[in-house]
């Protein structure tokens, strides 16, 4: 199956210039291709995911992709989905997201040496850093009317509550990108979000008008969730690649969380599993949704791809402990990963009662509650239910040799880490 088809299987093809000339193009030779990542944090988050994926999938097809990291245009700030100006980042801060970017890329993509489609790591700033600027309006400037520009959705969408010319002239800047790759790299095929149809076409543009290759250009969908719910976010934020800021096991529970109505998507989107085996989860999705296969299975693939086998491991090891309330099995690195997002607190009394750390750490508004609670039963502690009102610290065991994890209810839980 051609490239293409797959992606159109897998639903991943919104929009594209050319869609025979492009197929044939990718029949007969090993195509350069591009997607830009500006760096606006430390960290990509997971709508960046479908981008890095898709210029994976085209690897694996023989193609040679090029992951642009957006040094240079990340000074500026692309209007597009933006309601207003973006907060311009300086130099030093934009270089240093840039490496950490570089770091997450190359873990989707095989940039050995000694293969044919070897990907490669790019930074516009190497070519805009020295641009000047009387030779950037005449020779790439000149190309674009402003009549052209104002018709483009990214900057359409904000002329009434204005635009600086700095973010006017993103789509100018990144189309010279296309073009210096075109020149360069011998690219010819850009790939990005469903709003960067305008600047990649812009791209086309330019090309055309000042060489003679010719280029393509794909966009994707636009990932959104069937409730209406943004992807991506949760009550925490962003999901982060980085697993400083999303936490593997809170990865994973992003994804296993999935509806029933999003699943079968998203297994196509961020998967790599067959065609066939997609298509046999969607029975299952509707014969036998309470397995939650389907589920499980994309929360592994996608947990394994962005962070690794072992991370993957430690995540399912914090899944089946919370589960079965045997967290006495976690290590001291999962218990602080698996209640990263509870309420803790740090105590420096080394032994007290039950009932007092209750209070401390905020699970209990009184001894009163405290005491009802515990005789009541409804207390844990380290995964062991609690009936003694005089229990005391010292004598219920911690985990990785200094935390208490306490559970009132059946869903509020707290961390207490004894100094």
Known sequence: MSILKDLEFRGLLHQITDREGLDKKLSEERVVLYCGFDPTADSLHIGSLLPILTLRRFQLAGHIPLALVGGGTGLIGD????????????????????????????????????????????????????????????DVGKNFTVNYMLAKDSVDSRITKGISFTEFSYMIL???????????????????????????????????KTTDSRAYGVTLPLVTKSDGQKFGKTEGGAIWLDATKTSPYQFYQFWLSTADNDVIRFLKYFTFISHEEIERLEI????QPEKREAQKLLAREVTKLVHGEEALESALNITAALFSGNIQELTRKEIEEAFKDVPSSTIE???MLLVDLLISVGAAPSKRQARQDIESGAVTVNGVKVTELNAATNDLGRLGESYLVIRRGKKNYYLAQFK
Do not use: H, M
Request: hydrophobic letters at 30%; charged letters at 20%; one cysteine or more.
């Open 284 to 287: 299952e999705v509707q014969t």
């Open 174 to 208: 990144q189309s010279y990108d296309f073009l210096k790759l075109n020149e360069t790299k011998n690219c010819s095929l850009q790939i990005g979000g469903s709003d960067q149809w305008g600047n990649i076409t812009a791209g086309l543009e330019l090309i055309g």
């Open 79 to 138: 209007p597009s989905g933006k309601a207003n100006e973006r907060t311009l980042n300086g130099p030093e801060t934009v270089e240093a997201w840039s490496q950490s970017i570089k770091g997450q890329l190359s873990r989707f993509l095989d940039f050995s040496t000694n293969i044919e489609n070897s990907a490669e790591l790019v930074n516009n700033y190497d070519w805009l850093g020295s641009l000047n600027v009387i030779e950037f309006l005449r």
């Open 349 to 351: 009394q080394e032994d």
